[in-house]
């Protein structure tokens, strides 16, 4: 969690041009995840958090790289589509598969690809809560596989969050 601090303290400094800070919990980003929102053009933003999930075998931490639009804006409501760029630290994780298994036997664990699609709802001026559903290229694939046998409800995630304007 040390980690995400560092970056939100990084992030409001003059040096990065953060528009948000953001506490997010589920979606795959980490059991809890924080970080900064910037606006790269007109409804178009960057993401990146820094999330952490307790485990038994230690504490699993992963970064995230999301870009969003947000399309239909009014009345404080918004929706937005995105897609984020997940990648995990942990011992047992990788980007490449090792030697000892078949190529193709596993996907990569260290990395994932997620859509999005997200509600966003602005309660005061600098503050806004967001509810996301999201899945994993992984998952997406699989559901492919066995679209005759599984619901697509078995394949999503949900997180929300908390977004604070910067001034």
Do not use: W
Not at 106 to 128: C, M, R, W
């Amino acid at each position: 969690m040390n980690k995400a601090l560092i970056l939100i303290a990084l992030c409001m400094s003059n040096d990065i041009m953060a528009d948000e800070v953001i506490i997010q919990t589920g979606s795959f980003d980490g059991m809890l995840s924080s970080g900064y929102s910037s606006e790269i053009d007109e409804n178009l933003y960057v993401d990146l958090l820094i999330g952490v999930t307790p485990d038994p075998s230690g504490t699993i931490t992963s970064s995230t790289l999301k870009i969003k639009q947000l399309g239909f804006r009014g009345n404080g409501f918004g929706i937005g589509i995105g897609a984020k760029l997940i990648a995990t630290a942990d011992k047992d994780t990788y980007i490449l598969l090792p030697k000892k298994y078949p190529r193709r036997y596993y996907p990569p664990t260290g990395i994932y690809f997620s859509p999005f699609v997200s509600a966003h709802y602005e309660l005061d001026n600098e503050t806004s809560v967001y509810y996301e559903v999201s899945t994993l290229d992984y998952y997406m694939e699989a559901y492919v596989r066995n679209f005759n046998s599984t619901s697509i409800i078995e394949y999503v995630t949900y997180g929300v969050g908390l977004a604070y304007k910067l001034d």
